[in-house]
């Protein structure tokens, strides 16, 4: 005698009710635009392409001033490196007289040397003018120290030595232009060092601010597409 054994048919899975509950509101919200009258429809599409609109524009107008302001604050950036340029070109204007001076004795090399340092002093003085940083300003407080120092001891001590003794002490008193000078050129690397930063933060945000209004703009005229199709 054999004996059937009949498997059991699997129930099936109910759906799942949060499923069936955003499929009916679905169809309900369906249901009740199909039997709004075309008025009403038209009324509705236009007050939702309004708002879309609104929105969009409060936020290309949020990110076209970022982008103003940024664009401004690469323009000033690169003015401040002009002037700091201007103000090392001077700089090294001034060792090189300086330098002259040791080898020629002439009275014009320390009238250029004294000119050259009054510019790059006055350059140095609207970088600290446009500088709003704490640290920055600290730095260009100790290069202002520097150049000083460095000008005063040329003209103090070495401008002022006799022939015989500017051809003895050559070595030492071509030493003490270079120490003045290398430590101009350290405290020059960090302020450079630091714009060079600046102008690449500020050019990061400008890009960003610009790809933030496109994306407003595309986001913009696909919702106000999708508004459209919902009165078909």
Not at 41 to 64: D, G, R
Not at 65 to 79: A, I, K, M, T, Y
Not at 202 to 216: C, D, H, K, S
């Amino acid at each position: 005698m054999k004996f059937r054994f009949f498997k059991r048919k699997p129930r099936p899975d109910k759906p799942d009710k949060a499923a069936k509950s955003a499929k009916a509101k679905l169809t309900l919200f369906s249901g009740i635009f199909r039997r709004m009258r075309l008025g009403t429809k038209l009324t509705l599409n236009f007050s939702l392409v309004l708002i879309i609109f609104i929105a969009v524009a409060l936020y290309v107008n949020y990110n076209l001033s970022q982008v103003e302001r940024l664009n401004q604050r690469v323009v000033d950036l690169h003015d401040r490196q002009v002037l700091f340029n201007k103000m090392n070109d001077a700089a090294w204007e001034a060792s090189r007289r300086a330098s002259r001076f040791l080898a020629s004795g002439l009275q014009t090399d320390v009238a250029r040397f004294t000119e050259s340092m009054d510019e790059c002093l006055a350059h140095h003085a609207q970088l600290a003018v446009a500088e709003q940083d704490s640290y920055m300003l600290q730095i260009l407080e100790n290069l202002e120290r520097t150049a000083r120092n460095f000008k005063d001891k040329f003209l103090q001590e070495i401008a002022t030595v006799s022939a015989e003794e500017r051809l003895e002490y050559l070595p030492l008193l071509s030493g003490q232009i270079d120490s003045s000078l290398s430590v101009f050129i350290d405290v020059s690397l960090t302020i450079e060092k630091n714009i060079d930063e600046q102008i690449a933060q500020a050019r990061g945000e400008l890009g960003q601010a610009m790809r933030n209004v496109r994306q407003a703009l595309i986001i913009g005229l696909a919702l106000t597409v999708l508004a459209a199709l919902l009165i078909i």
